[in-house]
């Protein structure tokens, strides 16, 4: 089932991201996750099968097909990011991970605000509060690192003040669903290359933001002041393969573009496609399963 996220009224961006399809290998584990830990509504079942998301739209369809759990050294899913509206909400996230004693690590960004856990396949999930004002650009003589919209020369990866974001916290109810215009924001993927995946997902419309190749990183935009909506890296060695289809980890994910017209220039520069009655579907360099449809 495809589901596309809407578009927020104050977007500029071209390409949103629908639900992302997860193997994962037990759905029950997954089904405490997604609802108590992450605070999304059990929305449909069937079979090995399971949707989660807001009341309205489903953003994670998990399927029982994995034998094994994730694991590292593979190119494929590095993490998937459930974006926070506002303030309010991300500290509501915060909370529910706090109150339920679940493991997470805070991480400032600057141009966005981070909290990483693992689900219970070991497969990293991010919350993120968009931040792009605080950025000004990135610094890569002598290390990767980050200036502020004040001058301030920042690690990439600085600490969050968890207490900090608590301040915005309008209740304690942790049994809430998460907010409406919570939405997949980005993905992070492990890449088999760097330069092949980046070039790719340029032609079919992204905006280079950061291409490090020291690093063996890069990350685009999707016309919007937030500019990491697909970040790509090779931490893991180049050149490797992805996981076998036992192992938990991303089955495939969705773009979604906001006009016809700019799918039609996104098949018109993709070697190869297969359409169905859902989309279009595609494969990166790396070998992930992409559909593309639009609004």
Do not use: C
């Not at 937030?226 to 180049?238: I, P, T």
């Amino acid at each position: 089932m495809l589901n596309s996220n809407k578009f927020n009224s104050n977007s500029s961006d071209f390409a949103s991201f629908g639900a992302i399809h997860l193997n994962i290998t037990n759905i029950e584990k997954s089904t405490l996750f997604w609802t108590k830990i992450v605070g999304m509504k059990l929305r449909k079942t069937s079979g090995n099968m399971a949707e989660f998301g807001s009341v309205s739209r489903t953003l994670v369809v998990v399927h029982e097909t994995a034998k094994k759990p994730f694991t590292k050294g593979y190119s494929g899913l590095y993490h998937v990011a459930i974006h926070a509206p506002n303030k309010v909400e991300f500290a509501s996230m915060l909370n529910r991970l706090a109150i339920n004693n679940y493991p997470f690590t805070p991480v400032d960004h600057t141009m966005s605000k981070s909290l990483y856990l693992d689900d219970p396949d070991g497969i990293n999930i991010e919350f993120t509060l968009e931040t792009p004002k605080r950025f000004k650009r990135m610094h890569s003589d002598g290390g990767l690192r980050i200036e502020d919209s004040e001058g301030n020369i920042k690690s990439a990866t600085d600490y969050l003040d968890i207490k900090e974001v608590l301040k915005d916290l309008v209740d304690n109810d942790i049994d809430k669903m998460i907010s409406e215009d919570s939405n997949i924001g980005h993905l992070h993927l492990y890449a088999n290359s760097v330069e092949k995946s980046t070039e790719f997902y340029k032609k079919i419309g992204f905006i280079p933001f950061n291409y490090l190749p020291q690093f063996v990183y890069s990350d685009l935009g999707a016309g919007g002041a937030y500019q990491h909506r697909l970040a790509l890296n090779s931490w893991h060695g180049m050149n490797r393969p992805l996981a076998p289809s036992e192992n938990a980890g991303m089955k495939y994910f969705q773009i979604n573009f906001k006009t016809k017209e700019k799918l039609k220039e996104a098949l018109e520069n993709v070697s190869e496609y297969k359409k169905n009655d859902d989309g279009y579907w595609v494969l990166d360099p790396t070998g992930n399963k992409i559909i593309l449809t639009h609004s």
